[in-house]
């Protein structure tokens, strides 16, 4: 019972308000691509919308469905005031800014829509479907044309915003963005184009007095009376929609005034700069209301940690992180109470800090920056590759030489992993980061990695070989290689940029090259990486070992001749071939 409660602290302790607000917008926006796809059976013709209609309302009003969805628009309406509320600081690209405003208009638009056909059905048994709305729409009331043109624009920008806003880190983003667009223009085109012609045969067939008396009934439209009914309702939603938008506004007002009378608080950057804010702005609201560059991919949504900053002096009086903030802090390994996220922590006191990534990389909110390169959530696998003995190899050799051997071994290193299909990453003194997966699939990926370590032992030999006259001893090496999730753009200052990954797996390779050296073998490979890479479980033994930042010992596979790895993943690959 203690590990299921455990499992569900884990699962929970990554969900927040915004996670929320996300899944009430993917309920919402797939009613609201099938309404759309629904729309665009009327090129086809009345009877089309009619059977489309037809398994629209049967999936859409079933009980368990109806619920998810009428919860999933009330949170999610609820969620975008409380965000109009919350937040401090607009002065984010201006699609963030333009969906809030879009998704508070929604309800607005909507209203009298929803009142005259779901509180229509369920007041006075009204069966109001494409015939009696179409007809509303082109004959009896043709402003109402606009009004649904603009709500079903405006409702699918905002859904495509907050999809982007989801996806864009995504690693199959980029492969999957020129379709997703095709598919953002052609749907919504295709809907209003159905309707235009729906509405063109309605307007055809309301000559027909038949026509009228089958589709304008008193049971599908309903009496003058119940429709002043319905209308008093509508004004009055109305009312109290904007009454309540208007509320909030003033007490964003009230808010400002008292966060000024509670008085002000310093910020100092660690770089001479201070600032002075209200008591309850976040760090990074502070430093976009002040012009301040601060790296943040994600936009302040706390999906990234590239806004991350360490506390200068103590940080114990700090507010504790938010359950959504101590998740992303444990997800990158930032197990120091100094290290927080910008954009939630919101300091009662004066600060000082530093920021840990530079804004002028990585700004989400800076002019020309491009997802693809400022910040992109993908698995990768992740080879720490390095030299043993250089110190030693320094001591009796002339440093051109040294430099020369140093140079050689990570060509052979380097051509092994480019070779297997990984890529060279960083070359720190004698030591490299190799990694897989940027072009290729995990499994591949992890495939590639173990090749690239039998394939680097092998040059290494040719190496020692080829200086067997310049060499006391010969060259060593020690290899660790894990997988996961990390966040790869381009990191550095100015004209100085590295493309590189960052995250819990790059850590925990090398903690695992570090500890080749006590276990006595030449690569510990995690167990992450033979479980994707499909090696059978029996073919290495296996061991727990402790990972400094880890709570938890972590499985791994040490290898004490590299060589092996070749032949075990050959058999694995000539097996499934």
């Known amino acids: 019972m203690t590990a299921f409660k455990e499992n569900i602290k884990k699962l929970t ?24 796809v629904n729309h665009a059976l009327g090129n086809i013709s009345m009877e089309a919308l009619a059977t489309g209609v037809y398994y629209h309302v049967l999936f859409w009003r079933f009980p368990p469905v109806a619920i998810m969805f009428y919860g999933a628009a009330l949170v999610h309406t609820g969620l975008g005031i409380w965000a109009l509320y919350q937040r401090r600081e607009f002065r984010w690209k201006a699609m963030e800014p333009l969906q809030l405003v879009l998704g508070l208009s929604i309800p607005m638009l909507i209203i009298s829509h929803i009142v005259g056909v779901r509180l229509g059905q369920s007041l006075f048994d009204h069966e109001k479907l494409y015939p009696q709305e179409l007809y509303a729409f082109w004959v009896a009331r043709t402003y109402r044309i606009w009004l649904m043109t603009t709500v079903l624009i405006i409702a699918w920008i905002h859904g495509c915003i907050g999809l982007y806003f989801w996806l864009r880190m995504k690693a199959f983003f980029k492969r999957a963005a020129p379709f997703l667009l095709a598919a953002a223009v052609l749907i919504p085109t295709l809907a209003l184009l159905g309707f235009y012609q729906g509405g063109r045969s309605v307007v055809a067939d309301s000559d027909d007095p038949d026509w009228r ?70 760090v990074l609201e502070a430093s976009l209301r002040y012009h301040v560059p601060h790296a943040s991919v994600c936009g302040g949504r706390a999906r990234c940690s590239t806004c991350r900053i360490r506390v200068i002096g103590d940080s114990s009086s700090l507010p504790q992180p938010s359950p959504r903030e101590a998740f992303v802090l444990n997800r990158v390994g930032a197990t120091d109470p100094s290290v927080r996220l910008a954009c939630q922590l919101r300091p009662e006191a004066d600060l000082s800090f530093f ?22 959530e993908r698995y990768l696998v992740s080879m720490f590759v390095d030299m043993r003995g250089s110190t030693r190899l320094a001591e009796n050799q002339l440093p051109f030489d040294t430099v020369f051997i140093v140079n050689r071994f990570l060509g052979a290193v380097s051509k092994a992993v480019i070779e297997c299909g990984g890529q060279p990453n960083q070359f720190v003194g004698d030591g490299l980061l190799a990694l897989f997966g940027l ?103 296996q061991q727990q070992v402790e990972i400094r930042g880890r709570s938890e010992p972590m499985i791994v596979r040490s290898i004490a001749d590299t060589r092996t790895l070749s032949a075990l993943v050959n058999d694995v690959e000539s097996a499934a071939a």
């Open 13 to 36: 302790l990554g969900i927040g308000v915004r996670q929320v607000r996300l899944a009430c917008g993917l309920v919402l926006f797939a009613y609201l691509v099938s309404h759309f």
């Open 213 to 282: 008396i089958i589709n304008l009934s008193r049971q599908k439209v309903g009496t003058t009376a119940q429709q002043a009914v319905l209308d008093k309702i509508t004004d009055n939603l109305l009312i109290g929609y904007l009454a309540l938008v208007g509320f909030v506004l003033l007490a964003r007002g009230v808010r400002s005034l008292n966060e000024r009378r509670a008085g002000m608080i310093s910020l100092s950057y660690g770089n001479g700069r201070t600032v002075r804010v209200p008591k309850g702005l976040s």
């Open 355 to 376: 920021q840990l990534f530079m804004p002028q990389v990585i700004s989400a909110n800076s002019p020309g920056s491009h997802p693809q390169r400022i910040g992109q």
């Open 439 to 541: 072009v290729a699939d995990p499994r591949t990926a992890c495939r590639q990695a173990l090749k690239a370590a039998a394939m680097i032992a092998v040059n290494i030999d040719e190496l020692n070989q080829f200086l067997s006259h310049d060499l006391r001893e010969p060259i060593r090496f020690g290899i660790g290689i894990h997988g996961g999730e990390v966040i790869i753009g381009d990191i550095g200052y100015r004209d100085h940029m590295v493309f590189t990954a960052l995250g819990d797996a790059v850590n925990v390779a090398a903690r695992l090259q570090d500890m080749t050296k006590s276990l006595s073998c030449e690569a510990i490979v995690s167990e992450e990486i033979f479980i994707t890479a499909g090696l059978s479980a029996d073919l290495l033994p």
